[in-house]
């Protein structure tokens, strides 16, 4: 009650003292600016009359450090005429146009370690646990849930994998990212984490993976570190073919394989190479679409991607794509004896797939990362048409 009390308090302080002020006072952010407090001119005239000019410095970030701690207390207000920026810059604190729980939550001395492993930006994630589930929920037996616990194990363990995968990629890529805009701020191409940090991280990764791997069946353990051989090559294929996109399906879609046997013990090839086949085809559909982001940078740089090499006819070669993926799809849960309701979510993804492919802008990197974020939904609906599916069957 009494930090409610005092928020309130605050808040209606903070919004009387601001409107005595002129419209052009800027207001320090200490959460998203590395500049000194600034001091607030009243925007009086100091020389006239009995008014002179009041300076009032704003509390330091360490005070403010203390203070967002409590709960429901937000006054933190940035007012500014300047455009925000959407990188970090060396000192390694973030912009106001690129802030995220990383920045408000984490110690300063993680954030980096943080953003090495994206973190902050969990759609690699997503796009990495989908296949995972597909497989598990798959396995299940017919008209039983998927085992909760394999959900969970692959869960952290898609989070693990997925951080350790671009840390190799921002290790080996280094050099590349910093020619390039929207790779240039990552942490081991600014120079806030050296490559020597950025290679404990990775082993610390790696360690933590090894025991989730440890708890699945001896096939699966097999199969899981094969995957390991994909993950550490995959960052150097864009610098030997046009075909990375089609090298990272089969790096990210590995767990289609591996929930399966992870239940199972063994594979069924009729169920499970289908389903796998369907996630490298979605892979080469949204990563084109992310690709054409860099496509400008790529050419300047000298790096490949099916973005360069599909041209003018990418919508063209991703719509086969999203062809032969729901095509596989289709097949896989037919092979699964999977109930009809699968194959009305089916209908639906294809909707969904269709809408990115038919109205994505490649010429607007917005709209290209929209499109391409938009496939955590993708894989959500095939997930709950698998569930559903299974249930009924």
């Known amino acids: ?97 690129d802030i995220s729980w990383v920045d408000l939550y984490l110690p300063r001395q993680v954030q980096p370690y943080a953003r090495l492993a994206r973190l902050d930006r969990p759609i690699g994630t997503w796009l990495l646990l989908w296949p995972c589930m597909w497989s598990i929920t798959l396995a299940a037996a017919p008209g039983q849930l998927p085992d909760f616990k394999m959900l969970s194990l692959f869960g952290c363990g898609a989070l693990l994998l997925r951080g350790a995968g671009c840390t190799v990629n921002d290790l080996l890529d280094r050099d590349i990212d910093t020619k390039v805009e929207r790779t240039k701020s990552r942490p081991v191409a600014s120079g806030l984490l050296t490559p020597f940090q950025g290679l404990s991280f990775l082993g610390f990764q790696l360690l933590l993976g090894l025991g989730i791997l440890l708890q699945l069946n001896n096939y699966s353990r097999v199969l899981g570190a094969s995957s390991l051989l994909l993950v550490f090559s995959y960052p150097l294929m864009k610098r030997i073919t046009f075909w990375p996109q089609a090298f990272l399906g089969l790096t990210i879609n590995w767990g289609a394989l591996l929930g399966w046997a992870a239940v199972k013990g063994s594979l069924d090839p009729a169920i499970v190479l289908p389903l796998y086949a369907s996630g490298v085809f979605w892979t080469l559909v949204y990563d084109t679409i ?104």
């Open 1 to 97: 009650m009494a930090s409610a009390l005092f928020s309130r308090f605050s808040r209606r302080f903070l919004k009387s003292s601001l409107s005595s002020y002129g419209p052009s006072i800027t207001v320090f952010n200490p959460l998203i600016s590395t500049q000194p407090p600034v001091k607030l001119n009243h925007g009086l005239n100091p020389s006239s009359g009995p008014f002179k000019q009041s300076l009032h410095q704003v509390p330091t970030f360490e005070f403010c450090k203390n203070v967002r701690s409590l709960s429901n207390f937000q006054i933190v207000v940035h007012i500014s005429t300047s455009p925000p920026k959407e990188n970090k810059n060396q000192s390694g604190s973030v912009s106001s146009g």
């Open 290 to 393: 992310y690709a054409h982001q860099d496509i400008e940078d790529d050419l300047k740089v000298g790096v490949k991607s099916t973005a360069l090499r599909f041209g003018d006819s990418t919508k063209e070669w991703i719509t086969g794509l999203g062809i032969a993926c729901l095509g596989n799809l289709a097949l896989s849960g037919f092979n699964a004896e999977l109930g009809w309701p699968y194959y009305a979510f089916l209908a639906a993804a294809s909707g969904h797939l269709c809408w990115q492919i038919f109205t994505v802008d490649l010429s607007s990197r917005s709209d290209c990362n929209r499109k391409f974020v938009s496939n955590k939904w993708f894989g959500a609906i095939i997930f709950s048409g698998i569930l559903a599916g299974r249930l009924s069957s």
